[in-house]
Every structure is written in C-alpha cells, then in structure tokens.
C-alpha cells in the first residue's frame, strides 16, 4: 500500500513538474510524432522503388519522383529528432533549474535552524545529483513513452493493410515487452531506492570527514575514517552494480520477445513468398517496418532506468521540501537606506522550542534599546543560540511575541527591519577580500569597503596584505588567523548598515590580544543600532550596557554600572597604547 501510494504521489509530483515545461515537451512529442510518420512514409516509398527496379525492370531515373520523396523523408525525419531531442533537452533543463530555485527558495524560508534537521550531506546530494536525476526523466524518457505509443500504432496501421497475419504476430508480441518490463520496474524500483540511501549515506559521512579532518588527524583516527568510507563507496558500488543489472535484464528481456517476433513474421513471410501467396512487396514493406515497430520499445527500455532514477530522486527532494519553513517571516528589505528605523526591539513572554517535548525558553521578557550593547550570558545550551534564532526570525516563537518598535512607539514590519549576524564560525568562499565583503552587499563601492573594514578593525590588516581587497583569502579563509577572519565577517555584516547586530559568540577560541581587538571593534558598532551578542567571555560583558543571564531556559537582567564608565574601562582595556 505504501508503495502504491508513493507511485501515485510520485506520479503527481511529475505532473505537476511537467506543466513547467510543458511548451517543450508537447513540441517533442509533435516532433517526434512527425520523425515517425517520416519514418514509415520513406519504408514505403523505398518498398516500392525496389519492388519497381528488380521485378519490373524500371530504371531509377524512371523511379527519381520516388527517390526525391524517399530524401524529403529521409531528411524530415532526422531532422524531426534532432528537434525533439533538443527540444527534450531544453524542457528537462527548465524543469531542473525550476526545481532547483524552488529548493533553494524553501532552504531559504526553512533556515538553518529546520536544515539540522537533516543531514547536510543529505541537502547537498539532493541539491546536486538529486535535482540533476530529472533531467534525463524529461530529456528522453517522456518524449520515449510517447514514442512507444505512436509509432508502433502507426506502423500497426500501416500492417494492418499490407498484410493480417503479420498485423496478428506484432499485435500479440509487443504487448509482451512492457508486461515484462513492469515486473522488472518493482526490482528496479527498490534496487534504485537502496542506491539513493548509500549515496545519502556516502556523501553525508564524506562531509563530515571533510570538516573534522583536523580533528581526526589529532586523535589519530584519520585511517578508520578513510575505512568508513571505504566501506560506504563498496556498499553504494554494490547498490549501483543491482541496479545495472536490473537493466540488462530488461533489455535482454527487450530483446528477446523482439528477435522472436521478427524471426517469426520473417518464417511466415519466406514459406508464403516460396508459396506464391504474397507479393515481395508487402513481404519487403513489413520486414522494413518489424525491427521499427519494436525500436521505440528498445528506447524506452534504455530509458526506463531514468524513470526509476527520477522517482528516487523525488523521493528524497520530499524530505527537503517537507522542512518546515521556520524562518518564512524573514525578509530582505530593498531599500539602501542607512539603518536607524528601529529603537526597540521588545521580547514579550518568549517561550520557544526545537521540538514540542523540549522547551528551551519559557516565559522570556527582555526588552533591547537602539544605541546599546546586550550580552546574553549564559553556560553552553543554556538557550543563548536559541533567543537569538528567535530575535532573528529563523525560529517561530511556541508563545509570545518579539516586536520592533521606532522611536514613536509605533510597530516596524519585520520585512523592513535590516538585520545582520556574524556566527561564531563566519563562512569565507575563495575569492579576494572585496569578493568576501560584497557578499553584504553586492553593489558596495570601494569607499564603503573601507569604511565597513575600518569600524571592524579589519582595514589596517587588510592594507597590509600583498593586493589589498584584491588579496585572496584562501578556502574557507584558510590564509586568515581566526581574529582576521571574524573582522572581516564583521566588515561584511556592518557593509549593509543594519538596524540590528547580532553576533554569536564573537571572541570564542580567540588568544587575548585577538579577543581585544574584536571587542573594541564591536564597541565602535554600537552608536547607531542595537547590538545584540551572546557571549561566556567576561570582557565582553564587562563592556555591555546590559547582560542577560540565561539559566535553565529563564532569563534574568544583571544590573550594571552607568554606560558611560562601562566604555569607558573598556575602551582602556581593548585598546591600550
């Protein structure tokens, strides 16, 4: 039953999917459609100028209206194909890059929050090789099963009147080869499903190993991950070498049921011409046409392994799009316009989980004021992470509210709120350090550049470099310290001019002299907006305007000194001469 019922939601999955590109698709049909007609009509023109040269002693000049009508055919129906097959090809890419931008567009409203959910190496294959799976399912497949139908009832037709015993054998033999593919389809099917999971599998392992393979070269467990993999690549060899068999079995199959149906119309054929009871003609039209009637059923047999490709792959893409969409109240807003808008934001009886059995934050209140410094203290999973995925937006509330106000009390639309964080580990892509900047904003001019690198304490390193912002940072930053890095990333959040800065953990795992240089760069962020960072480090919070304690899921409000002497001493400490 499930089986059934994952047919049929898979069958209007591909519907669905091919009303985006059904322009292309009934174009290749119709072309096809016209390559077969083609086909058949330059069989026949043929049948009769050999008939006319060999048994009634006409020359091939007598015969050239014929032979010209023979290339028009020959000619249409190659070009018919070519036209089909582009136009195949053109509709599997519209429908890949369709979906594509649809998964994206849900990763985007789904948030990393929902996207732990899943294993990265899992989003990743289905992203790549996943999406990629459907374009051979449009590309040939479709335009395959359509060829199926219409060529062989129209080479039935033309049978039909040339000759009925052989209109018989076709009729009941070709029936045979989808029977028999339809049993093989359920192997296949199961076999391509296994294949899938050990890719998922494969992939997932393989990033993780990626990632921690600093960490496994200092335990020395580098070798027993390298045979993990090895492991996992054997399984998904196995899987795939199933799958390939499954193949050959149904071409051999194909090919069987075929080779029988020619050879016995061609034994009926030779007793009845050696009987007198049939002209060469119609003997020679239908032999043309017998390995051509079962030619579309050979190519959808080589196509059929698409299909079951595509079915896994949609399959998989389900559990991507199934990701609830946590973070679909965030917005990006289009205005350049400085930030400034917002006064407060206002975090009223806050209650807020991952799941519905474990409630990480009950009953939280706290308000954040434009022009001020908030640390959230607190140990590791005390909740910190999780109040500002709330502030964020990448996390719906389970109860309360959180409201930004401007500076009349009024409510701003969280789509006008500019927004920027800095995670504890900034990505960095391979590029120069403009490349990495403009990531912030894509149309930043040189001078803003500067000025972004220049408040995070990032333009003096950054000058100092061989090239300047045209000096490439490497892989993943690879050529920047850990301070350098986060500077930067600093750089690119404040590029945008942002309403509200949150940062996560700014001075984690930084040597003193680093942590210093990224607290005072944060302290020249505050003027202007409301800077919001969760932090352990006591220097940190020695320099907030106000500190929330996060314990147990509750937050508590830790009295500080007045502002004015907290930057004070902070300025004296981050910046000494």
Request: glycine share 8%; charged share 15%; aromatic share 6%.
């Amino acid at each position: 039953m499930n089986t059934a019922a994952n047919t049929h939601e898979g069958r209007g999955q591909i519907a669905t999917l091919a009303r985006t590109a059904r322009g292309w698709l009934a174009l290749s049909v119709a072309c096809g459609a016209v390559s077969a007609a083609c086909l058949v009509g330059q069989f026949v023109v043929l049948a009769h100028v050999v008939d006319d040269t060999v048994f009634h002693a006409r020359t091939l000049w007598a015969e050239r209206g014929l032979l010209g009508l023979f290339i028009a055919c020959l000619f249409g129906c190659v070009s018919a194909r070519f036209a089909s097959d582009m136009a195949g090809t053109e509709a599997g890419l519209q429908v890949v890059a369709s979906v594509r931008t649809t998964l994206l567009r849900h990763l985007a409203k789904a948030g990393p929050v929902a996207s732990l959910r899943l294993p990265a190496g899992q989003i990743l294959t289905v992203m790549d090789d996943g999406v990629e799976a459907l374009e051979p399912f449009f590309a040939r497949y479709v335009p395959s099963a359509a060829m199926m139908v219409v060529l062989p009832l129209l080479i039935l037709a033309v049978v039909c009147g040339v000759d009925g015993w052989s209109f018989v054998i076709l009729a009941c033999t070709g029936p045979l080869v989808p029977v028999c593919m339809v049993f093989v389809g359920y192997s296949a099917q199961k076999a391509m499903d296994r294949q899938w999971g050990h890719l998922s599998t494969l992939a997932g392992s393989f990033l993780d190993a990626l990632r921690g393979l600093k960490t496994l070269r200092l335990f020395g467990r580098t070798a027993g991950s390298l045979e993990r993999i090895g492991e996992l690549a054997d399984a998904h060899r196995r899987a795939t070498l199933s799958v390939m068999k499954i193949a050959f079995l149904t071409s051999a199959s194909l090919e069987f049921f075929a080779s029988l149906s020619i050879a016995l119309v061609a034994v009926v054929f030779g007793s009845r011409l050696l009987a007198g009871t049939v002209e060469f003609r119609s003997a020679f039209l239908v032999l043309l046409l017998a390995p051509e009637y079962f030619a579309p059923l050979r190519n959808f047999s080589a196509s059929y392994h698409a299909r079951q490709n595509a079915m896994a792959a949609l399959e998989q893409i389900d559990r991507v799009q199934a990701l609830p969409e946590l973070a679909q109240g965030v917005e990006c807003p289009t205005n350049h316009e400085p930030g400034g808008q917002v006064a407060t934001l206002v975090c009223a009886h806050v209650s807020a989980a991952y799941d519905t059995t474990n409630i990480v934050l009950r009953d939280v209140s706290c308000t954040f004021s434009h022009g001020q410094l908030s640390v959230l203290s607190g140990a590791s999973g005390a909740g910190k992470s999780t109040l500002l995925s709330v502030i964020l937006g990448l996390l719906p509330p389970m109860a309360g509210n959180m409201r930004a106000l401007d500076v009349h009390g009024q409510s701003v639309p969280r789509g006008s709120i500019r927004m920027a964080y800095v995670p504890q580990r900034p990505q960095l892509v391979y590029g120069s350090v403009a490349d990495n900047l403009r990531i912030g904003q894509a149309d930043a001019s040189p001078e803003a550049l500067r000025a972004a690198a220049l408040m995070a304490d990032a333009l003096e390193f950054i000058e100092a470099m061989p090239q300047g912002f045209a000096t490439l940072v490497g892989e993943r930053g690879c050529r920047l310290s850990k301070g350098q890095a986060r500077r930067l990333a600093l750089a690119r959040a404040l590029l945008c001019q942002p309403d509200v800065l949150v940062l996560d953990e700014p001075t984690a795992d930084l040597d003193p002299l680093s942590a210093r240089r990224i607290t005072r760069a944060i302290q020249q962020c505050v003027p202007g907006r409301i800077v919001i960072a969760a932090t352990h480090k006591a220097e940190l919070v020695a320099c907030a305007s106000q500190v929330l304690d996060i314990a147990q899921g509750q937050v508590t409000q830790r009295t500080m000194p007045e502002r004015h002497h907290v930057l004070s001493s902070c300025a004296q400490e981050a910046c000494p001469v």
